[in-house]
C-alpha cells in the first residue's frame, strides 16, 4: 500500500490541477446569424462557431465560455484582455492590430454577395440612388466610396437575419450577405420567395486571434488549428451547415 501512495498522490494532483484550468473565453458577435451561430436569450447555442470552438477548447483540455456581446464592445473586451479567443474574423476586417493576440491560419473564406429579389447581374459599381441593406458596424471595403460619395445609401439592420427579412419584404431592392447565411435563409424560403446572388462582393480568408499570454495555451490553439486542418476538420464541420 505505501508504494501506491506517490501514485495516488500524483493522480490526485493532476486531477485537480485539471479542474482548477479555466474556461477559455471566445467572443460570440451578436450580429451574426445562422449557420455561423444561433443566439437565443444571450446565449450562443449552435452553428459554426459554437462547434468550431468547443472542439478547439477540448484539443487542449479545456472547456469554452461563448460570451455573447455587441459587435461594438468586442474591440474593448480584447484589448482589456477579457476574451481569450476572437474567432471569424479577418485581417481585412480589422483597422487596428490587437498587439497581444497571434493570428491563427484561416479556416475558411468568407464570401460576401450583392444579393436581390429577382435574378440579374450587375456590379455594385452599377446601383445608383439606391438603399442597400447592410449589417450594422460592419465594414464592407469594396462599397465604402460609394457611401462616402452617396452613390447608393446604407440601410442598417441589426443582424444578418434581419438584413434578409427586410429584403424578403422588399423594404429595398438589394442587400449584402456573406453567402453562408444566405444558403441558410434560402432553406426556409418557398422556391418562388427564394433570393438571389447578383455578384460576388468580396471574398475574405476567415481566422481566429488567440490572447498569448501565461494563462492561455495559445501556441497549443494554433498547434491545434493547423492539426484540424490537416486532418480535414474544418470541411467536415463546414460541410453540416452548408
Known sequence: MPKLLPALLLLTLSC???ASERALRFSINDSWAMPIV????GK???GILVDLQQRMAAK????AELVVMPRRRVHHALDSGYIDVRCYVSP???NSGHYRYIWSLPFMTQRDVLVGVNPEKLEPE???NQRLGTVLGFTYPRLDPLFASGQIQREDARTQDQVLLKLSAQRY?????????LQWFNRHQAPGQKLHIISEVAADPVACIIRDAPDVPTM?????MVQMQQAGEFDQLLARYR
Not at 497549443?220 to 491545434?224: H, I, K, P, V
Open 126 to 128: 452599377q446601383l445608383l
Open 173 to 181: 431592392r438589394y442587400a449584402i450577405s456573406n453567402e453562408l447565411s
Open 220 to 224: 497549443a490553439l494554433l498547434r491545434a
Open 44 to 46: 450562443a447555442v449552435e
Open 60 to 63: 487542449v483540455g479545456r472547456t
Open 92 to 94: 481585412n476586417w480589422v
Open 16 to 18: 485537480a490541477s485539471l
Open 38 to 41: 444561433r443566439i437565443e436569450s
